[in-house]
């Protein structure tokens, strides 16, 4: 299943702090690629976590949800569980 879940960057002195709302996580990057990257991985991540364990996957909130503060930046990040999950019991 492919979802597109909203990121909250938050600049930092060197690189990013990245809050994933929906999943209620927090990850970083030293620069908004690697940030965006890094937000990929860790939604996957507990995405499969949580399907291992039989939970429900959350909805994507709506942008206009997400709150900012100044110099933050609200993106969309997408993740395809059915790719992550074919890679991830290849790799057990």
Do not use: H, W
């Not at 994933?20 to 990057?29: E, K, L």
């Not at 291992?52 to 930046?73: A, F, G, H, W, Y």
Request: charged fraction near 30%.
């Amino acid at each position: 299943m492919k979802n597109s879940y909203p990121i909250l960057l938050i600049p930092e002195k060197k690189g990013f702090t990245v809050y994933i709302p929906d999943f209620d996580i927090n990850t970083q990057g030293k620069d908004l690629t690697e940030a965006i990257e890094m937000a990929r991985d860790a939604i996957g991540l507990m995405g499969i976590d949580m399907e291992d364990d039989k939970k429900v996957l959350p909805t994507p909130s709506s942008l206009e949800s997400i709150k900012t503060e100044n110099n933050e930046i609200v993106s969309l990040v997408d993740v395809d569980f059915a790719t992550i999950d074919v890679v991830t019991k290849c790799a057990r």
